[in-house]
């Protein structure tokens, strides 16, 4: 006769998830399991089963934070559970975050307690799934101190990923261009979610969502990379077996020259009847307004500076195509290059995303820096820039902005004292002033 755990063991996991797991939690889980030995098998133990149960009850409980699952292993080779570890992990972290909550609970006066709040905000955004669910429950005395914890725990968490890179080297160029450029807003505004009350800044300007940023601005690149690699089949076809794309060779060329499409108001398929995406295009008119640095800004208005236009363009080549495209850093402008070998040869490429999209060759770039800054060329211009350093200039040509708004003003300063450094590297000592900065501009 088949025992009752046999019978759970057969339910695939992906009905177990929709059916069974609603009603479960870690603790209901292993309180079955101690109930007999073929639960603790089922439950507890390595195998597959037990594996994709835990990493379920993981990421329905936790939204937020990161789970340290070693990725450059196959799962089913790892000899320990590691998703029933971080669920044990998570879960005491959510203990000693509860712990250091409490001790906000009842503070009037945040100058004077500027420690109890630092020690909670290093916690990043393995906290926030817990603050927000305690968060309303809590009788706070300090009228303002769920925004600033908030407000808080994200910059923590922007910082870190900046000065990372999002990864454990902070010079790994993996990391999408486009993503920093992100995390500048997100840190600027970090408002956790769309909420109607929140006032707007003095220039009008609405806030953006912490939560909702990045799907928008990645669903509108994904939406400029469908119309890029729409207009490449027209030229080569679609390749039936691999679907076109990143798995799709396209003579990197033709990519340049069909971008112009996105980014030239002259391009002569927009001389023609129809309906035509608006194009990208230097912003001449208000070059310093900090509009021209914010990512989703530039996005609507299709305006903005060469650092930031660059990023987009690149974005939107890797997208569609996988091609990397590389920053260049060069004296008073910046542009994008990328090695091309055909049957012209082999030979560097790059673009100007300011002026239409426009391609040059290495002699061009020179000629036109030496003319227009009076100055000797130097090949080191040519070298490629990490990601830091381009998020860092970002960052600066923020604070150098005529029209910042007041606001804002002390979020960049913050960003750009703390979230970089003269070389990129996380500096863990750094952590006090971090905190003392995030905490005297949290509002």
Known sequence: MESPSDSLLSVPIDVFEQCITPFFDGQSVVALASSCHRYYDMFLTN???????????????????????????????LEDNHWLKEYRRRGATDIKTWNFMKELIDITDLDQNEEKYSRFVTHGMDAMDLFQKKKGSIEWQFEKMPEAIEKGLIR??????????????????????????????QYLFARFSDDPSTRTLEDGTEPESFLLLQPRVESELDALAQILLQRLHLHVGENDDQHGGINQNFPLRLVLEEMKYLFDAQHVDRQKSGNHVPPFCGNTDNYYSYHNSMIHTILSTRTGIPITLAIIYSAIVRRATGIQLRAVNLPGHFMISANVDDVQGSEILFVD??????????SEVSSMITSAYNIRWNQNYLSTVPNIMVWKRVAMNLINSFDLPNELRGQVTSLIAMGFNHNGIYDIKGEKRLLLLIYSTYN
């Open 156 to 185: 923590f968490h922007i910082c870190q990923k900046l000065r990372l890179g999002d990864s454990l080297d902070p010079l790994d160029n993996d990391v999408p261009l486009e993503y920093g450029a992100i995390w500048i807003v």
């Open 47 to 77: 195998d597959s089963f037990s594996r994709d149960l835990w990493k379920i009850l993981c990421k329905r409980r936790w939204k937020f934070g990161r789970f340290r699952i070693r990725q450059h292993c196959s799962e089913a080779s």
């Open 353 to 362: 995303a300011f002026h239409g999209g426009k391609i040059m060759t290495e």
